[in-house]
T-cell receptor
Framework: DGGITQSPKYLFRKEGQNVTLSCEQNLNHDAMYWYRQDPGQGLRLIYYSQIVNDFQKGDIAEGYSVSREKKESFPLTVTSAQKNPTAFYLC???????????FGQGTRLTVV | AQSVTQLDSQVPVFEEAPVELRCNYSSSVSVYLFWYVQYPNQGLQLLLKYLSGSTLVKGINGFEAEFNKSQTSFHLRKPSVHISDTAEYFCAVSDPIPYGGATNKLIFGTGTLLAVQP
């Protein structure tokens, strides 16, 4: 079955550490996205990528970085510069404009 | 700029009762509209979408929504809810700015928790 796989499901980070969240899709979608979800705030766009080797900042990109070396993969790194990283992170992809976004199951990141 | 407003953060309802979850958006151009459902600790699943055509859109699990351009609304309805409908529901609008290609930047509302009680 086609879909989006995020790993790990739960992740714990110590203060000052960088961590990388994985996102893989086998839907053959060109566009991929990372959203952050906090209680009562809906989903906010961190980064998105239209094609391989290209990505754009979203609304809350500070403290995050991404890469898009393969069409199937769009990993997100939460750097130590992100002051409040505890949140639920969702990866998504779309086939084209007007099509719905397909979401992964999410990664819950907690700073300890 | 695009924005989406979901006025109700939580909607309690008894099982088998009808429900309406409200969504209003702001936009000066034509938009695509979506409703998603999220169960605890899971990703989002598409309920339905409006791209063009008939203003009444039917989705999965018995949900439907009506696009009202004059009121800039896209309210979600279900005539009879079940316990299993308890979840958070998000309304989203696509950003019409031409990012090009396959990009479909979505602007989400803050969500409405539908709490179905027996």
């Amino acid at each position: 079955d086609g879909g989006i796989t995020q790993s790990p499901k739960y992740l714990f980070r110590k203060e000052g550490q960088n961590v990388t969240l994985s996102c893989e899709q086998n839907l053959n979608h060109d566009a991929m996205y990372w959203y952050r979800q906090d209680p009562g705030q809906g989903l906010r766009l961190i980064y998105y990528s239209q094609i391989v080797n290209d990505f754009q900042k979203g609304d809350i990109a500070e403290g995050y970085s991404v890469s898009r070396e393969k069409k199937e993969s769009f990993p997100l790194t939460v750097t130590s510069a992100q002051k409040n990283p505890t949140a639920f992170y969702l990866c998504a992809s779309t086939l084209n404009r007007g099509s719905e976004a397909f979401f992964g199951q999410g990664t819950r990141l907690t700073v300890v | 700029a695009q924005s989406v407003t979901q006025l109700d953060s939580q909607v309690p309802v008894f099982e088998e009762a009808p429900v309406e979850l409200r969504c209003n958006y702001s936009s000066s151009v034509s938009v695509y509209l979506f409703w998603y459902v999220q169960y605890p600790n899971q990703g989002l699943q598409l309920l339905l979408k409006y791209l063009s055509g008939s203003t009444l859109v039917k989705g999965i699990n018995g949900f439907e929504a009506e696009f009202n351009k004059s009121q800039t609304s896209f309210h979600l309805r279900k005539p009879s809810v079940h316990i299993s409908d308890t979840a958070e529901y998000f309304c989203a609008v696509s950003d019409p700015i031409p990012y090009g290609g396959a990009t479909n930047k979505l602007i989400f509302g803050t969500g409405t928790l539908l709490a179905v009680q027996p």
